[in-house]
Nanobody, 120 residues
């Protein structure tokens, strides 16, 4: 069994910064692609940023230049540094990981979500 635990959400003023963390644990052989998704109230979940095993990244146009995704493979952790936050960034942020388990199964795992609220 594999689990993702997110942290770092909270209330921040417009223009401020937050750093989200997501740590994976359990029967992990390797972690492949990692991503951060977000879901605003009344809207569908959307991709914010993604990082591959080799460190390649891709961002939604709405966050490009403001958000940075990174990973620490030794800690099985992915981060999302969010700068210049806007009210429209308010959402529940979810971590997603494509993981090869010790049993060599490939599974997609979601975190529980962490709320980010951008408001003055």
């Amino acid at each position: 069994q594999v689990q993702l635990v997110e942290s770092g959400g909270g209330l921040v003023q417009p223009g401020g910064s937050l750093r989200l963390s997501c740590a994976a644990s359990g029967s992990i052989f390797s972690i492949n692609t990692l991503g951060w998704y977000r879901q605003a109230p009344g809207q569908e979940r959307e991709l914010a940023a993604i990082i591959t095993t080799g460190g390649g990244t891709n961002y939604a146009d709405s966050v490009k230049g403001r958000f940075t995704i990174s990973r620490d493979n030794a800690k099985n952790t992915v981060y999302l540094q969010m700068n210049s936050l806007k009210p429209e960034d308010t959402a529940v942020y979810y971590c997603n990981a494509q993981i090869t388990t010790v049993a060599r199964s490939i599974v997609a795992v979601w975190g529980q979500g962490t709320l980010v609220t951008v408001s003055s």
